[in-house]
Nanobody, 119 residues
Framework: QVQLVQSGGGLVQAGGSLRLSCVVSGSTFRSDVIGWFRQAPGKEREFVAAITWSFDSTYYADSVKGRCTISRNSAENTVYLQMNSLKPEDTAVYYC????????????WGQGTQVTVSS
């Protein structure tokens, strides 16, 4: 079984920065992908960024490209999402999730963490 435990988030003024963490425990494979998603009130969940577990290939949504950096610390089994130049529209609940190559689906999810950006 896989567990993802998130930390970070909170309230920040526009233009500020936050770093989210996602600790992954349990069975992981080199082909796994860790993604970050967010869901704002009244909106659908959207993709933010992803990183491959072994090769550190990274992917970003256009809305955060240049402002966010996803990274991985393999020794700590932790994936980070560094968010800079935050905007009020970045306000959402952020989730990390793990995708298996075998299913190509994000089957494991963190508990979510609130990010609020004030104007």
């Amino acid at each position: 079984q896989v567990q993802l435990v998130q930390s970070g988030g909170g309230l920040v003024q526009a233009g500020g920065s936050l770093r989210l963490s996602c600790v992954v425990s349990g069975s992981t494979f080199r082909s796994d992908v860790i993604g970050w998603f967010r869901q704002a009130p009244g909106k659908e969940r959207e993709f933010v960024a992803a990183i491959t577990w072994s090769f550190d290939s990274t992917y970003y949504a256009d809305s955060v490209k240049g402002r966010c950096t996803i990274s991985r610390n393999s020794a700590e089994n932790t994936v980070y999402l560094q968010m800079n130049s935050l905007k009020p529209e970045d306000t959402a609940v952020y989730y990390c999730a793990l995708r298996r190559a075998s299913t190509q689906a994000y089957d494991y999810w963190g508990q979510g963490t609130q990010v609020t950006v004030s104007s």
